[in-house]
T-cell receptor, first 116, second 115 residues
Framework: GAVVSQHPSWVICKSGTSVKIECRSL??????MFWYRQFPKQSLMLMATSNEGSKATYEQGVEKDKFLINHASLTLSTLTVTSAHPEDSSFYIC????????????FGPGTRLTVT | AQSVTQPDIHITVSEGASLELRCNYS??????LFWYVQSPGQGLQLLLK??????LVQGIKGFEAEFKRSQSSFNLRKPSVHWSDAAEYFCAVGASTGTASKLTFGTGTRLQVTL
């Protein structure tokens, strides 16, 4: 149980275009989903927290107009990188929180974005 | 603000040897503590977690961790390492935001296992 999927697992896009990454909780309802960014050989940096049906809460320094997050249902959240630039190239990981009051998160396998 | 320190960036152990990965945290209340493992190019897998109660917690793959409040530590241990344990290990502290905990991760420890 507690499986989270991400799609695509790997994407290459041209500078100036937008790309959407999907995060799905497959066997549980995720009230809250988190989006992280990870640079090579570094830790995970929380970008934003999204709750189903409401606007995402972005961490300081994260551009909300560039990284659009939508959490339209209890099983799906999307991250859209708008007008992508090479510096947006990174590994993006989502996680989903279930109904546990102790705050466990279940992580997706990640999406590697390369902007050329 | 909560924070996590993993003092060891890289550790190398021989297969069959014991392992201890260090984690120190800073948090104002009783912390929710986690250890995750990440294989190259993959997401994170939960090894174990501590919320309350017994300070020695058992996890998957033969891992255990001990919560020591007096030392603000949550070190991960394994008595005998296998080559497949080579990966990146992250300690995290959580602050509940309702039904999900906002996690703060340490910088990670890369484990290399020699045969």
């Amino acid at each position: 149980g507690a499986v989270v999927s991400q799609h695509p697992s790997w994407v290459i896009c041209k500078s100036g275009t937008s790309v959407k990454i999907e995060c799905r909780s497959l066997d549980f309802q995720a009230t809250t989903m988190f989006w992280y960014r990870q640079f090579p050989k570094q830790s995970l940096m929380l970008m934003a927290t999204s709750n189903e049906g409401s606007k995402a809460t972005y961490e300081q320094g994260v551009e909300k107009d560039k990284f659009l997050i939508n959490h339209a249902s209890l099983t799906l959240s999307t991250l859209t990188v708008t007008s992508a630039h090479p510096e947006d190239s990174s590994f993006y990981i989502c996680s989903a929180g279930g109904t546990s009051v102790f705050g466990e998160q279940y992580f997706g396998p990640g999406t590697r974005l390369t902007v050329t | 603000a909560q924070s996590v320190t993993q003092p060891d960036i890289h550790i190398t152990v021989s297969e069959g040897a014991s392992l201890e990965l260090r984690c120190n945290y800073s948090y104002g209340a009783t912390p929710y503590l986690f250890w995750y493992v990440q294989s190259p190019g993959q997401g994170l897998q939960l090894l174990l977690k501590y919320f309350s109660g017994d300070t020695l917690v058992q996890g998957i793959k033969g891992f255990e961790a001990e919560f020591k409040r007096s030392q603000s530590s949550f070190n991960l241990r394994k008595p005998s390492v296998h080559w497949s344990d080579a990966a990146e290990y992250f300690c995290a502290v959580g602050a509940s935001t309702g039904t999900a905990s906002k996690l703060t991760f340490g910088t990670g420890t890369r484990l290399q296992v020699t045969l």
